[in-house]
């Protein structure tokens, strides 16, 4: 049963490392900084007070520059690192309280970590591998058996099942890894650089790989990663940190189009626009006609009325099925048509507003406006090629950017 609680919720998480904790604590909270508290007391500010609440099934990512804190930070969740204050809530219970013996209990069955390598065990076979976390969970040797060849399936890779790691390709073990990980019942997975050292063709190939599963699976997974790209591209949300700090927590989209600081912008302004956003957040929402709610003259009383040259027309479920144009229209009336599906074109794009701009440009030469629905399949509203344009121009309030000459048309 869904629950309104977050999966996982941070509350003032702060990690110092080093002998004299309580006293770095204490200059911290008097606003001490990293630098300062090293200097003073030769700890190290690992986490800065960080509170976030990542809810079940999504795709967290947490991003920043090497030392940024994110390690610290995603192994705090299963206590690898102990917190040195703050509260961390796992489906409503706070782990920083449980007993040696409860915690052993959550991370074998609630909390399961893959590390960047996957940590293959070599003298055991593929499939082997892929069993060895059920074992670990204590289930009985047919129904790890059938679980994993069901993992391997889902890869791609049950034809090397009974083959050692080694006689795969680096992103075939990957791939192995990552079907353990998933094999396990684990609600969360903690996922440390889990790609970043594959190369670019197979990393992207088991983003992808990641996005897919997660979509057929529904686990919670907080994924870390230093490459702004790759979080921008498989995050639900992504937060990103700087000197323990957490900066910006947001959606792809918000974090692109809302940098709430010049550090975020600075990140981001290499990422392609394109396919970060999605079309539903540039469509211009309009009022379509009902086919069957009235006669050629109320369609184009409609359009007159909302100032539009061409209106698409929808069933009684709201699903788009033509487009009218105005001209058309008025000469359709004139000469005394009544039958709006008689005047109507059928020929028109239509894009799901989950759809990045990027898998929609090229519907834009067609020079109709794109009819944008949403999940069920309802009308939302329209796209057109200008939208499109304007939206991935890089964000720039300064118009010194822009030519003199051009200034005008911005
Ligand atoms: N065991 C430790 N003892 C002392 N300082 C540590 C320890 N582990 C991490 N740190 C420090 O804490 C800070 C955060 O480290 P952390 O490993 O969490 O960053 P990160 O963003 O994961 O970096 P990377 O991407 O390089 O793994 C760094 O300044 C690091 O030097």
Redesign the pocket.
């Known amino acids: 049963m869904p629950s309104s609680q977050p999966k996982i919720k941070l509350e003032n998480l702060i990690k110092i ?2 002998q004299n904790p309580q006293r770095a604590l204490k200059l911290f909270q008097e606003g001490g900084n ?1 630098d300062n508290i090293l200097e003073a007391t030769g700890n ?1 500010l ?2 800065a007070n960080v509170s976030l609440s990542i809810e079940e099934g999504e795709l967290f990512v947490v991003m ?10 995603v192994r705090c969740i299963n206590r690898l690192i102990e917190p040195t204050s703050g509260q961390i809530l796992i489906d409503g219970e706070d782990v920083t309280r449980v007993d040696q013996e409860r915690l052993r209990e959550i991370r074998r069955t609630k909390v399961s970590m893959v590390f960047q390598r996957f940590g293959l065990l070599p003298h055991k076979t593929v499939l082997e591998n892929v069993e060895y976390g059920l074992k670990m969970c204590g289930l009985p040797l047919a129904e790890r058996h059938e679980k994993a060849q069901h993992m391997l399936d889902v890869v791609g890779l049950h034809q090397w099942a009974n083959y050692a790691p080694s006689s795969l390709s680096g992103g075939m073990q990957q791939r192995v890894g990552l079907a353990r990980a998933l094999a396990t019942e684990a609600p969360i997975l903690l996922m440390d ?1 889990a790609f970043s050292a594959l190369d670019p063709l197979i990393r992207r190939e088991m983003q992808d790989e990641l996005m897919r599963l997660q979509s057929e699976l529904k686990r919670t997974i907080v994924f ?1 990663s ?1 490459d702004i790209q790759e979080a921008l591209r498989i995050g639900d949300r992504v937060a990103i ?1 700087k000197d ?1 700090h957490l900066v910006q927590v947001g959606t792809p989209e918000e974090i692109v189009t809302n940098p709430v600081d010049g550090y975020i912008a600075a990140f981001t302004q290499d990422v392609n626009r394109a396919q970060v956003l999605k079309t539903g957040s540039i469509v211009r929402q309009t009022v379509p006609f009902i086919l069957g709610k009235g006669s050629a003259r109320a369609a184009l009383d409609q359009m007159q009325g909302n100032a539009l040259t061409r209106m698409h027309v929808v069933d009684r479920h709201g699903k788009p099925i033509g487009i009218l144009n105005q001209a058309e229209l008025q000469n359709a009336v004139t000469s005394n048509v009544q039958d709006v599906e008689s005047v109507m074109s059928t020929d028109f794009p239509v894009v799901k507003a989950s759809t990045s701009l990027e898998e929609i440009f090229h519907l834009a030469r067609f020079g109709v406006p794109m009819a944008v629905i949403n999940r069920s399949g309802k009308f939302k509203g329209v796209v057109e090629q200008s939208d499109i344009l304007a939206s991935i121009g890089r964000l720039s309030n300064d118009k010194a950017d822009v030519p003199q000459a051009l200034s005008t048309a911005v």
């Open positions: 490392y080093g990293r190290v690992g986490v920043g520059l090497s030392g940024s804190g994110k390690s610290t930070l650089e870390i230093h940190m323990g």
